[in-house]
């Protein structure tokens, strides 16, 4: 994997491999990070060197007009509040489908194997993780199963309505020109 860094000289990036000659300013910028700034900078932001922080940082460039400013906090919101709903999604769930709290994995992948194993109708063991944390394949029936994907379903909507609720409040702040509505839209801002 390649490396990334940003040149506060050049006022850009160089990819090891690609720039085997870097100017001693260099500071190493990770992968997310450089994803990240180059996402800000297709949305009209300036990538410039915070030198307290000592990273590469967007920012939008000076004078930039109020709908401007706008539009691209309601990109950077929108895109926060999707990453977040995202990341709630396949982080895990709980379902109580073994009479007792189980958490259950839900990765693209976990959700598909789970969706299979439905599809089936047969008992099956399942991996899933006890209230202490201890990860193992136990023994579900086939109506466990169902609602242990009844349970993620339910758990999944409600992501995607609170994720949904959090984007009204920003379409709102837009259409009002309100740049402090848009700032304090947060994924925490809604308390599932």
Excluded at 29 to 49: C, M, N, P, R
Aim: glycine share 6%.
């Amino acid at each position: 994997m390649s490396k990334y860094f940003y040149s506060p000289s050049l006022h850009t990036f160089l990819v090891e491999g690609i720039h085997p000659k870097r100017p001693g300013d260099c500071v190493v910028v990770s992968y997310q990070d450089y994803s990240y700034l180059l996402a800000k900078q297709s949305q009209g932001y300036q990538i410039v060197f915070d030198a307290e922080a000592k990273q590469p940082v967007a920012r939008l460039a000076p004078g930039t007009s109020k709908p401007e400013q706008l539009k691209a906090l309601y990109l950077q919101k929108s895109g926060e509040i999707n990453a977040a709903c995202e990341a709630a999604i396949i982080g895990g769930f709980w379902s109580a489908a073994l009479g007792s709290p189980h958490q259950y994995p839900s990765k693209l992948d976990d959700q598909l194997n789970l969706t299979g194993v439905i599809l089936q109708g047969f008992d099956s063991p399942y991996g899933c993780r006890d209230a202490d944390g201890v990860k193992e394949l136990r023994p579900h029936t086939a109506k466990q199963l169902r609602q242990v994907s009844e349970d993620f379903t339910t758990y999944k909507m409600e992501l995607l309505q609170r994720a949904n609720q959090l984007k009204q409040l920003l379409d709102q702040a837009l259409a009002d020109g309100d740049l402090n509505a848009l700032e304090v839209v947060t994924w925490e801002s809604l308390q599932s």
